[in-house]
């Protein structure tokens, strides 16, 4: 009961962070080190990416009518612009996909370090905030996904190649912060970032659960989807005071929260740990 408890925990934070521009896997590597989950490090290794999988369905159920290409009335059954947004997120993808073929596991036994989470929140948080001053003294110029092209969606890519490489990052906040520093409304910015994370992290999902392969323990197969029913929960929630937060209110308050969750990182394992 206790490991359910602990899953349960997880699958909130997972929730929480995954939308909000702070980086879910900072946030559970730094859980883990509190709150260890009584399993074999292969399988939280796999835990960890499989869990977002509830956190993105909660994208595709609060988004089914913009991210669904087919409909009644349309020409051939089709929604123009939704392939088209269809065919901007995949080439964002490029970049992150090729990285983490060729660098994936290079990353992940050099960069998931404290000083590399610490230090990625800190320098990200001081980048909302410079990136949110700077535009208090413009307008977007991009305020719908239509109006993305393909030139602005590689170049989001190419910020959430920086999310994959260094863990503590957070891919929303990357690609919300490359889109806004391109002159994308924030509200849009957001949605782009939610959509781009469907096939990101379904394809991460599954490629985990296939390196880990199929024997699954009963007690595994709870704790991944107690993991996975939360995440997904919580996310309907998140997502939904996201969008409401960010038509009012810039990123700061998320740039000041990285940074001190970096230093407090940065002196626990400096000197407490």
């Known amino acids: 009961m206790i490991e359910y408890l602990k899953a349960l925990l997880f699958g909130i934070v997972e929730g929480i962070t995954e939308w909000l521009p702070i980086s879910s896997t900072g946030h559970l590597i730094l859980l883990n080190e509190f709150v260890t989950l009584d399993v074999s490090d292969a399988f939280f290794d796999m835990f960890e990416v499989v ?36 065919f901007k997120i995949a080439v964002a993808c490029i970049p992150a996909v090729i990285v983490k073929l060729l660098l994936g596991d290079f990353i992940k036994e050099n960069f998931y370090r404290y ?21 208090q003294k413009l307008s977007p110029k991009v305020n719908s996904i239509a109006d993305i092209t393909y030139r602005s ?17 957070s891919r929303s906040g990357a ?23 469907v096939p990101v992290m379904f394809g991460a999902g599954l490629m985990e659960m296939v390196d880990f392969g199929f024997h699954y323990s009963t007690q595994e197969i709870i704790i991944l989807l107690i993991g996975m029913i939360v995440s997904f929960v919580v996310s309907l929630a998140v997502i939904k005071f996201l969008m409401g937060y960010i038509k009012k209110h810039d990123f700061k308050v ?6 001190v969750l970096g230093v407090l990182v940065l002196l626990y394992f400096s000197f407490l740990a």
């Open 115 to 135: 000083e590399v989470i610490a230090g990625a929140l800190i320098v990200f948080g001081v980048a909302f905030i410079i990136i949110e001053n700077r535009n």
């Open 254 to 259: 998320f740039g000041w929260y990285r940074i």
């Open 153 to 169: 969606a590689f170049i989001i890519g190419l910020f959430q190649v920086l999310a994959a490489v260094f863990p503590g990052t």
């Open 51 to 86: 869990i977002q999988l509830g956190a993105i369905m909660a994208v595709v159920i609060l988004y089914w009518s913009k991210l669904w290409p087919f409909a009644k009335g349309e020409k051939y059954f089709i929604k123009k612009d939704t392939f088209s947004m269809w």
């Open 175 to 197: 690609t919300i912060l490359g889109g806004i520093l391109i002159g994308i409304a924030r509200p849009i910015a957001a949605e782009f970032t939610f959509f781009l994370g």
